[in-house]
């Protein structure tokens, strides 16, 4: 497989799921629309890139054909975000409070990458919500009914 450059070098490896080229940002992959990540996840669009809190894309998991959320990070990050949502919403499951936070699909590692999938949920996201509100601002009475 390929080496991987400077952390702002963006290099090519090989996915061992095709010969597709997997671009390496910031130790972070750059998908396309269409690419596969771990032999199942096909990629619609990515929604979020921070190097601090991972990759976020939304993805069809083909194998069992279903929208979710993929969030990957690197395996290696001691301080990884995707690490400490996918503890929090494990321990959420174990006492039955899912249904107020995201529900996990999957969490995995691929290659050097740490991953997690969440159910992907319909509605409006964050920010159309925010967009929404007079002033483009939540009330701090809204916030603490979110919270």
Known sequence: NGVEGS?????????STDDTPLKILNGLPMMETDEIFDHRFRIYERIGWDDRVGAT???????ENKQVILRIDRNDNALSIVKMEAVFLREAEKHHRWIFFEQIHRQAI??????????????PSLIDSINYMKDHRFSHGT???LA
């Open 7 to 15: 952390a702002n070098d963006a290099t090519t490896n090989r996915t």
């Open 110 to 123: 691929y290659r050097q990458f740490f991953y997690l999938t969440i159910y992907h949920r319909y509605g």
């Open 143 to 145: 916030a603490a009914r």
């Open 57 to 63: 894309y939304f993805a069809l998991d083909e194998k």
